[in-house]
């Protein structure tokens, strides 16, 4: 059960967090306090108490975290081959379409009745999960229930509230997100900061500035980050591919720079996440 279902329930640890994602599980994330600015793909989201943001498990998202605020949130990882068996039959596929067809939103709630039932309900995940972990009596149909629960909560905030983007953005925000759109588009190609002020029309000592100020890391640290996640994408979906041609065709310059730095970020090598990625499937 523990590899279909992670649950964190107002956790507020601090400290850098990385640019990742979640392979085969969809997350929900609901931030309940406290100071964030999230990154997701391309957007940038200041987010607000009862914020809700959903993703799918190849999203990469980074919150940036003032490290002198308190940071408090609740976090759901699911896989959703987990869940939908039991969807299908009371005829509730629906439920993950906001996953699927959209990939990442936000859903602003502005801490309604519903959100604080949503809340409840992953308060409860929680300690049955705990419950689960420690092998005392809960069944796998107990979390299923519960977390249907929380995904029906989260239909009805998305039909209430709707889902809802940023209308006005500051320049520094708008071009943080053409910074990352950018860079989402050339990372297979070689990029360095120069080359992407130039194609911006910005300054390049701005797009440093700005980029950090608004993500939390640097230009350079996003485009490692974008190689590195298509590379696990190429590693599972061809597992017939030569490393060293992966490595080419998602921006690496040399076969051994990308084997130091796959290793140093996964702690295994690109051979090695391969086999664990096929062997689960």
């Not at 990385?18 to 994330?29: A, L, N």
Request: glycine share 4%; proline share 2%; aromatic share 12%.
């Amino acid at each position: 059960m523990n590899e279909h279902l992670r649950v964190g329930y107002r956790t507020s640890e601090f400290g850098e967090f990385d640019y990742h994602s979640h392979p085969d599980h969809y997350e929900i994330y609901f931030f309940h306090s406290g100071s964030c600015r999230y990154l997701i793909h391309n957007q940038i989201f200041d987010l607000e108490p009862g914020d809700l943001l959903l993703m799918d498990g190849m999203t990469l998202h980074k919150p940036n975290v003032n490290p002198n605020k308190e940071y408090i949130r609740s976090v759901i990882h699911f896989s959703p081959q987990w869940i939908k068996n039991v969807l299908n039959e009371i005829d509730c596929m629906h439920l993950l379409e906001v996953f699927e067809k959209l990939r990442h939103c936000l859903i602003r709630t502005r801490e309604s009745d519903e959100s604080k039932y949503l809340e409840e309900v992953i308060h409860r995940l929680y300690k049955r999960k705990i419950k689960a972990n420690n092998q005392e009596d809960v069944t796998e149909a107990e979390l299923k229930i519960l977390l249907m629960q929380v995904l029906l909560s989260v239909y009805h905030l998305g039909q209430i509230d709707s889902i809802k983007l940023p209308q006005q953005k500051s320049d520094k925000l708008e071009h943080s997100e053409k910074i990352a759109e950018y860079i989402q588009n050339m990372y297979m190609y070689k990029l360095s900061l120069n080359g992407i002020a130039k194609a911006l029309n910005l300054s390049k000592s701005y797009v440093s500035h700005v980029f950090k100020e608004m993500t939390g890391f640097t230009v350079m640290e996003y485009v490692m980050g974008c190689r590195l996640t298509q590379v696990k994408y190429l590693l599972e979906m061809e597992p017939e591919k030569a490393l060293k041609d992966i490595a080419y065709e998602c921006g690496f310059e040399s076969v051994s720079h990308f084997s130091r730095y796959f290793r140093e970020k996964v702690g295994v090598t690109a051979k090695q996440y391969r086999q664990i990625r096929l062997n689960n499937k």
